[in-house]
């Protein structure tokens, strides 16, 4: 198996053309599986592929992390002779629990270096019978605000002008009038990675290998309406990430096939990936491990209703770009900025989390800010909800500021307009059904929310 995990790819990048031509991976797709409404656990890379290579999303994470400790890595379910991992981002590096399961694990920091590691290892499966599994994740999309990203911009598009990214992607201070031309130079990144996936395919026996490609986040393009960058908020152009697979006719029986196509047509999580595959290709236990998966529901029955949950504890972007840091040092970050977060967090938000409960096709944002004081809650309603980059009806339990946004994809896939009128009673009504859900009882649907609270 080749697992290929692309750092901050975005959905609409799955797909490339070039000079009005579609890329050679682009012809490829296909014949591949596509989900096309998978969802990220959360909006940055760590606690995203937390989820992916433990098949437990991220509120499952962090609960079970403060009862047990860290969650463990389902690599080593997969009976595979050779089990290697090339990683392209530190991130993961800084958690070994994520290297679990792995007979070689390897922190690379040239992107160029990981994709030739690759298809060394991939050359040498063609005279290699046995079975292996093969993760790599490369940052080559990921660092497009560095000169990894120039480099790549000349490449493709040797007769534009490059902006100068760098830090700047946090807040995007200066680039606001240059949204088209930073998007070509991630467009730029994303065109070699597809040239680099190519070249892996061409060396892997593709006749015996399943080959999954996957994001574990997407990222911002809109600085108008302060959607940039990744990391500090739950809209789908961080959520909704691409995942395809190419499963060879050999590889599995016609019936799993069909289960795993189903399972592509429905909405579906990031994290249960892994224990889908575990299934599909006979590594797994029966009907798949029931300890790693959302509910009760197995994974190989695709009409089963659950919701999908992310998280992010540790940032939230404001109405103005500016993030919040639950890192007092802050990568990327000015001094001035650095004294700005100190403030807020000593303040207003000592402790943040967002959580986006998706439950098709309404999908219920929620962010908690936690005050210094309960007075302090209460006196600072209306400052959160003026800094807040959406329209979200306010409550306050205690220390706790607490934002609903409530979307219908189906109609409102930009996620504009807030569903949810401005009552007190609908806002219980959203609490509740949050405690419900967190603790994964899905009985109550998201969408009980529009259907009792017709918008005023």
Not at 157 to 170: E, K, M, T, Y
Not at 204 to 211: F, G, I, M
Not at 357 to 386: C, I, S
Not at 432 to 442: F, H, N, Q, Y
Request: with cysteine; hydrophobic share 40%; proline share 6%.
């Amino acid at each position: 198996m080749l697992l290929v995990v692309c750092d901050a790819l975005r959905y609409d990048a799955l797909r490339m053309d070039h000079d009005g031509r579609p890329t050679a991976f682009t012809e490829r797709l296909g014949s591949w599986i596509t989900f096309d409404r998978c969802y990220a656990a959360a909006p940055w890379t760590l606690p995203a592929m937390q989820a992916l290579l433990c098949g437990v999303d991220s509120t499952q994470s962090r609960l079970r992390s403060r009862r047990e400790g860290p969650t463990p890595t389902l690599i080593g379910r997969f009976d595979r002779l050779h089990r290697v991992a090339l990683v392209n981002n530190g991130v993961i590096r800084t958690r070994s629990e994520l290297a679990d399961g792995f007979d070689e694990f390897r922190w690379i920091t040239d992107h160029a270096e990981t994709f030739s590691r690759a298809r060394a290892f991939l050359s040498g499966r063609s005279s290699d019978p046995a079975a292996f599994f093969l993760y790599v994740h490369t940052n080559l999309v990921h660092d497009y605000p560095q000169e990894s990203g120039r480099r790549e911009f000349a490449r493709w598009f040797p007769s534009s002008a490059v902006p100068d990214i760098g830090a700047r992607v946090l807040t995007w201070a200066g680039l606001e009038d240059k949204a088209d031309a930073v998007r070509k130079v991630y467009d730029a990144c994303v065109l070699s990675f597809h040239e680099e996936l190519e070249a892996l395919l061409e060396v892997t026996p593709l006749d015996r290998t399943v080959v999954v490609l996957i994001a574990d986040h997407g990222e911002g393009m809109e600085p108008a309406i302060a959607r940039i960058h990744h990391g500090g908020r739950l809209h789908d152009d961080l959520l909704h990430i691409p995942c395809v697979i190419h499963l060879p006719e050999d590889a599995v029986d016609p019936a799993a096939r069909a289960r795993l196509v189903d399972l592509a047509a429905r909405p579906f999580g990031a994290f249960e990936l892994l224990p889908a595959l575990l299934q599909v290709t006979g590594h797994g236990d029966g009907d798949g491990p029931p300890d790693v998966t959302a509910d009760d529901a197995p994974l190989s029955d695709p009409s089963s209703s659950r919701v999908l949950r992310a998280e992010d504890p540790k940032y939230v972007y404001l109405a103005n770009r500016f993030r919040l840091n639950s890192n007092p040092r802050g990568k990327h970050t000015t001094a001035g900025a650095r004294l700005r977060n100190r403030l807020w967090r000593r303040t207003l938000s000592r402790s943040t989390l967002l959580q986006a409960f998706v439950d098709w096709p309404y999908k219920l944002l929620v962010t908690r800010m936690e005050a210094a004081n309960g007075v302090l809650a209460q006196l600072g309603r209306p400052v959160h909800r003026r800094v807040h980059r959406g329209r979200p009806l306010g409550l306050v339990r205690g220390r706790l500021w607490i934002g609903f946004e409530l979307y219908d994809l189906s109609t409102d896939p930009g996620e504009t307009s807030n569903l949810l009128p401005r009552r007190s009673d609908v806002a219980e009504a959203a609490w509740r059904l949050v405690e419900c859900l967190e603790k994964g009882d899905t009985s109550h649907s998201v969408g009980s929310l529009v259907a009792s609270s017709p918008e005023q």
